[in-house]
């Protein structure tokens, strides 16, 4: 027998082999405990959604790249910001232990080259297996790998680029969506990775020219196999073959009785861009994870949700494109 759930625990937005997807929970009607596995809804722009979100927000629990396993004590967490999990089980997450040296991974890893607008350069890690996800789930516009190997040859190696200072370990979600309204063509893109990745090596030989002679053929770690220049871009995985509107609200934190709607209009990283009921909502997935959601039934005229009746308890701050005189560009809208 299936129960066709009533209420649902947002667990926010991933992507799965190149394809971005919402994750929900099913609460049934008891509304607190899961009454199946974790839903995964796979979504694009003009897809649509209405959600009713309620608190109080709480743990998400585990995801171990397969599968979510369930807050023990389903705790209640802070309703603002992007994190989702209690302390126990953010101190028992796989992904915040390896990030953090306190864990050992026997799989393959990829070290990458981010490059998330002009002079947004980062440097990270990924496990080999998730291929190109975990750079679509961070925004990465366009990448190349450096090298893959084991876990820890690949955080030396990552050490080793960021020491150069060529490479930052985080840009900032602001950093990365001002770049939006200025992404240079695609040609032009791959052309910055490719200095980077150039500049990254050149760096390396350096310091292994400082050295000495005797240290075998550059001082990369030993253990690792180095990649050849490949620039992949993804910004028409994310809808960003043109630029977002030059205005828009950002979702800056829910509260009880929030209501999420409007056409899905762009997907990037884990941020998805709406035709909200008051214009354009940049809403971070990261912020509505853990709230419980309803479904409302509501028409949408024109693309765009009409007839709420709540005031939506979103709150949201104003982003407008710096600079804003370049009258005859298209934009998204
Ligand atoms: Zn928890």
Redesign the pocket.
Known sequence: MTEFPTVWRSTGLHWESAVPLLTAIPLGRTEQRPIAEERRRPIAPGQQICWRLRGPRR?T?LWNGASRTD?P?A?VVASVGVQS??R??AAADHGRALASDRATDHRTFALYLAWFGPDLIKVGITAAERDRDRLLEQGAIAFTLLATGSHGAIRRAERLVTGTGLAAERIGAREKADAWWILPPENERAQLVEAAYTAIHDAVAALHAGRGADHGPGLWPPGLSLASLKVVDQAIDFGLTEPPPRTYAEAAAVRDGAILAGEIKAIIGRLLLLEGPAGPLLVDMRRIAGWQFTLVPVKFIAGRPSGLLHPSALYSTSRRMPRDDRGDQKSLF
Do not use: F, L, S, Y
Request: aromatic share 0%; proline share 0%; glycine share 12%.
């Open positions: 743990c629990g807050c004590t705790e999990q209690c126990a089980c």
